[in-house]
Every structure is written in C-alpha cells, then in structure tokens.
C-alpha cells in the first residue's frame, strides 16, 4: 500500500508569495493532520480533519494560513503571503480512528 | 508546561549496549503512546506503541509504560550505529496527537 504522500517535497519561494502544499492520505485512513517541524520548536500540530471536516485549527499560526480538505483523498495547507520565518518541514499525517499516525515525506520550504 | 518532555541527549552509547529513552507526559487521560524514529532529512517513523501499562516488546525494542507515574520509555537492545537518530515520544489524548522535542541517539562503533 502506498504511503502519505506529499508534494512538492522541496519549495523556495520569496516573501510574499503564495504557498499550497498537497496531501493525499493513507487509502481507508480517516483522520489527517498537518505538522511543522523546526529546530527551534520541534513538530507542532497545525490544524487536524476528520472525516475530512476540520475539527481543530489552534495550531494554525496566522490567518496567513489556511487548510482544506475537500475530499477524503486530497488535502491542501497554504500560506498566503508566505514570510522567511515560515521556512519549515511541513509534514502530512494520517491515521484510522485516530490510532498509529503515519507520516509523508514532508515539504521542506524555504521563505527567501 | 509542554504536554511530552523528553532529554534532547544526545544520548551516547557504544555499539551492542542498551540504549535508554525517557519520556514524561502531562496529562492522566492520555490513553496511547507511541515512539518514532527519525533519521536526519527524513519524516518520523512509527517504531512501537503501547497502550497499557508494562511492557511490549518488538525485536530489539521494549516500550514500557507507568501511567500512574506519567511515563514512557523506549530501550533498544544490542544497539547498531544505523539506531542512531533522533526518538520522539508521542501521546495521543483529545483526538491530538502530542510529540516530545526528541532525543538525539548516537551509537558508536
């Protein structure tokens, strides 16, 4: 079975720019999460969906960001605009009936 | 105060010894714990879980669990230099899962 997968697993971009990173969970996994993973904090929940309905965004940092999840197969984090200090490992997770979580490969994106 | 705390390390030890990993949560609801492994560049990857206090063990892993003590653990037998990597302890309560900062493991040979 294939994994979460992510994409684009690298971007560089400069301040001010738009930023959409994808997701495509686990097959039959019902519950979705997105983490950002820096030196200085560690892995940080941003927003989590179930049953592809967002249920909490707390972690979400600014109204900068938004996530969707329009079906049970795809999801969607953006920045808009984006800034240097959102220079991070965005990382997508999914797991069934919230058991083990398993990861994507991450986007790593650079804020120039 | 953070939901998981764990020893950043690093955490040396020479190849073949056991390697300790220690985790503390906060929260006395918390009812699934899991450990990842995370290779440097790359995402965290699920090693263990444990959902019941004692011991599971899986090949060269043991998880232990104490949940009136608020603690996880994590103890690699025989350990190879590919075990070294950072370990995050993770604890799922209130449909979250809650990740330690991690603890850098590196094992000499």
């Known amino acids: 079975d294939a994994g979460v997968i992510q994409s684009p697993r690298h971007e560089v971009t400069e301040m001010g720019q738009e930023v959409t990173l994808r997701c495509k969970p686990i097959?039959?996994?019902?519950?979705l999460f997105w983490y950002r993973q820096t030196m200085m904090r560690g892995l940080e929940l941003l927003i989590y969906?179930?049953?592809?309905?967002?249920?909490?965004d707390s972690g979400m940092p600014e109204d900068r960001f938004s996530a969707k999840m329009p079906n049970a197969s795809f999801s969607t984090l953006k920045i808009q605009p984006s800034e240097p200090r959102d220079s991070a490992v965005y990382f997508c997770?999914?797991?069934?009936?919230?058991?083990?979580?398993?990861f994507g490969e991450g986007s790593r994106l650079t804020v120039l | 105060q953070k939901e998981v705390e764990q020893n950043s390390g690093p955490l040396s030890v020479p190849e073949g010894a056991i390697a300790s990993l220690n985790c503390t949560y906060s929260?006395?609801?918390?009812?699934?714990f899991f450990w990842y492994r995370q290779y440097s560049g790359k995402s965290p990857e699920l090693i263990m879980s444990?959902?019941?206090?004692g011991d599971k063990e899986d090949g060269r892993f043991t998880a232990q669990l104490n949940k009136a003590s608020q603690y996880v653990s994590l103890l690699i037998r025989d350990s190879q230099p590919s075990d070294s990597a950072t370990y995050l302890c993770?604890?799922?309560?209130?449909?979250?899962?809650?990740f330690g900062s991690g603890t850098k493991l590196n094992v000499k040979p």
């Open positions: 929260d006395r609801g918390s009812q699934s």
């Open positions: 097959s039959g996994h019902n519950s």
């Open positions: 969906f179930n049953n592809n309905v967002p249920i909490d």
């Open positions: 997770a999914s797991s069934r009936d919230r058991a083990e979580l398993f």
């Open positions: 444990i959902y019941s206090n």
């Open positions: 993770a604890v799922h309560n209130f449909n979250k899962f809650y």
